[in-house]
């Protein structure tokens, strides 16, 4: 065996036992479920259907940041006050916005958040329309010749270099 291959099972080896020392840093601890089932499976059922205001692409149900834990333990507590889906939505909505519900209501209020990716959509293809069509004039110089522009041109190109 040469001193490379030797170097490089010992690096292998020593890369292993690095990695093998990392993995307990990066497992989490479980979170504790509610101490009754109807109440979590409501709170899943509930949080589906709310944004997690920090990550905003994801549900409440399926995001881990802080505040989602925060937000899901006061759903919990609505839960255990036996208030219904609709009232806890409401009171959510009422503190945090439209925003919070991840499939928010069609009205006035809410139409930015339904119609504007649209909107945005037919002015960027308007706009680029535009900046094409521009560009196009630009590229192809000035207007067609006249008929008498023509008969200049070629008289001139007849003629030679006499003035």
């Excluded at 690095?18 to 307990?24: G, K």
């Excluded at 706009?127 to 069509?133: E, I, P, Q």
């Amino acid at each position: 065996m040469n001193l490379q291959s030797v170097l490089t099972q010992w690096l292998c080896v020593a890369s292993l036992v690095f990695l093998s020392a990392l993995a307990p840093l990066q497992a989490k601890e479980a979170a504790l479920l509610a101490e009754d089932p109807l109440v979590e499976k409501r709170l899943i059922h509930i949080s589906e259907e709310l944004r997690c205001m920090v990550c905003q692409n994801e549900s409440l149900a399926s995001s881990r940041a802080e505040l989602a834990n925060d937000l899901r333990e006061e759903v919990r507590k609505l839960i255990r006050e036996d208030r219904s889906d609709s009232q806890i939505k409401e009171y959510l909505v009422t503190r945090y916005g439209d925003f919070v519900l991840y499939r928010p209501e069609v009205k006035p209020l809410t139409w930015v958040l339904w119609f504007g990716p649209f909107l945005l959509l037919v002015l960027a293809i308007i706009g680029m329309a535009y900046y094409l069509r521009q560009r196009q004039v630009a590229q192809t110089g000035g207007p067609a010749l006249s008929d008498e522009d023509r008969r200049k041109v070629q008289e001139i190109l007849k003629s030679g270099d006499k003035p």
